[in-house]
C-alpha cells in the first residue's frame, strides 16, 4: 500500500517576530494557538530569512532560490511567476494547490500566481491590501468583501478545501497581511494589551562600535513613528525619552492585538483540521516573511542583518510522520524550505533549486551533511524612507560577520552617499544582543579572517558574486 501524502497547509503572516510568540518564550503577549503547531510539532530555534524583506523573502520560500537566482531583490521588483516554484511541483505531481491572502509579488504581465488551481489575493498598493473590508484579485476578477482580512483570508481558504472533491492531496498557502504596519486589530481585541509593556534591554542603544551605515537608519521608534502609524498624537511635555517610550507603547498596543487575531484564525485551521480528522495526515507550518524589531536597537521595521531582522519564527507539525514537543537548532533558512516541503510530499525537487532539505533531519535520518551557516544579502539602498543601506553576510552558530557595501552612487569605493564600505562582527555566544561590533578588535582577527573565507565561499557555493569593492580573502 503507498503511504499516504500529506495535505500541506502554510500559514505565513507578515511581519510577526519571534519575540512576540508564546512558544519562543514572549514576554509581551500570549498565542496559545500557534503555540499548539509547537507542541504538536516541532520549533525551530535558528530559521533565518536570506533577505529581511516581504516580496524578496516570499520569492525564496517559493522558489528555494536566493534573491539575486529568482530576480525579486528588492520591495519594488515583480517576480517572473513562470519560474519553478515547490508549488508547480507539487501541482505536476498530483497535488490541488490554492494561494490565499496577501501574495505581494505583483500582479498582471505575467506576475500573477501561477501553478495554482485558484487564486484570491490582496489588492492594493504593492499588495498590501487593506485590513477592513479588503478587496481580493482573482482569476475571477476582483472583489471587495467585508470584514476583517485576518478572519476572511482563513474563510476563504478552507472554503475552496472544502469546495474539493475526491481523494488527491492539497496544499493551500493562507498567507496573511498581519502584524504589517499599520496595525489596526479587529474590534474583539481592541482592549487587550493596554498595561504597560516591557521595553526590550536595547531600547535607548547609543550604537557605539556600530557602522555608520547602521547609526544612519530612519527606523527608530522615537523619531520616525508617525501619527498615522499611532492614530493619535503623544500627550504634550513629554521629554524626548518619555515620548519615545509613549510610543513604544502605543506601536505595540496595536500590533498585539494584530497578532492576537492571527492567534485565532491559526486556532480555527487547527480545529477545523481536527474536525476533518485531517489534523495527523496535515504538513502545517506556521511563520512570519521576516522578523521585527520591536524596539531592540530603538528600531521597528527590518532589512537588517541583526537578529530581531533576521530570526523567522517556524514552527511545524505533520503528527504521522514527526514526533510532538520537539526543538531543532540546526541552522535552516527560508530557502531550504521549498526541497523540504517536496521530500515530504514525495515529489522530487526541481534541478534549480538551492538550499538543503531539513526533511531527513526531522526523520532523524539527514540526507545532507550539517549547515555551517547562512548567507543573507540585502541589496536595497533605501536613501529616502529607512536608509537602509545594501549589505551582506554571513551567520555560524556563533558569530555573525556583515559586510556594508554602500555603493549607493553606483560608483567603487564611492560609497553610500559618501561612506566607505564597513564590516561589522558580532560574537553572538559573548554579545546576544549585538551591542559591540568586534571586528577591530585583535583578539578575533582569526576568527574575522575565516569568517571571511567562509563568506566568500558561501557566495561561490549559492552563485552570488561579492560587490567589487569586497577583497578576495587569503587562502580562497
Known sequence: MTERRPNIVMILTDDHGTQTIGAYGSVVNTTPRIDEVAAAGVRFDSCFVANSLCSPSRASILTGTHSHVNGVTTLWT??????????????????????????????????????????????????????WNPTFLSENGERAIEGYATDIITDLATEWVESLEGDEPWCVLIYHKAPHRSWEPDTKHAELYSDPIPVPETFFDDYATRSVSMRRARMRVADDLSTSDLKVDPPEGLSYEDQALWKYQRMMEDYLRC??????????????????????????????????????????????????????????SYPRRIAAGRIFDGIVTNVDWAKTILDAAGVPHHPRMQGRSFWGDLLGAPTEP???????????????????????????????????????????????????????????????????????????????????????????????????????????
Open 259 to 316: 497578532v492576537a487575531s492571527v492567534d485565532d484564525n491559526v486556532g480555527r485551521v487547527l480545529d477545523w483540521l481536527r474536525a476533518r480528522g485531517e489534523f495527523d495526515d496535515t504538513l502545517l507550518m506556521y511563520s512570519s516573511d521576516q522578523g521585527f524589531f520591536l524596539g531592540e536597537h530603538g528600531w521597528f521595521d527590518k532589512r537588517f542583518m541583526y537578529e530581531e531582522s533576521l530570526r523567522m519564527p517556524l514552527l511545524l
Open 370 to 476: 550539517e549547515a555551517e551557516g547562512a548567507y543573507y544579502r540585502y541589496w536595497e539602498n533605501d536613501d529616502i524612507i529607512h536608509k537602509a543601506s545594501a549589505h551582506y553576510g554571513y551567520r555560524t552558530r556563533q558569530y555573525k560577520l556583515i559586510y556594508f557595501y554602500n555603493d549607493g552612487l553606483g560608483q567603487q569605493g564611492a560609497g553610500f552617499y559618501g561612506y566607505p564600505p564597513e564590516w561589522e562582527l558580532y560574537d553572538l555566544e559573548a554579545d546576544p544582543h549585538e551591542v559591540r561590533n568586534v571586528y577591530a578588535d585583535p583578539a578575533y582577527a582569526e576568527i574575522r579572517d575565516e569568517l571571511k573565507r567562509a563568506l566568500w565561499r558561501e557566495q561561490e557555493k549559492v552563485g552570488d558574486a561579492p560587490h567589487p569593492s569586497q577583497p578576495r580573502p587569503a587562502g580562497v
Open 78 to 131: 515583480a517576480i517572473d511567476a513562470s519560474q519553478p516554484t515547490f508549488v508547480s511541483e507539487l501541482k505536476a505531481a498530483g497535488y490541488r494547490t490554492a494561494m490565499i491572502g496577501k501574495w505581494h509579488l505583483g500582479m498582471g504581465d505575467g506576475h500573477d500566481p501561477q501553478n495554482f488551481d485558484h487564486w484570491e489575493v490582496l489588492s492594493g498598493t504593492h499588495g498590501q491590501g487593506e485590513y
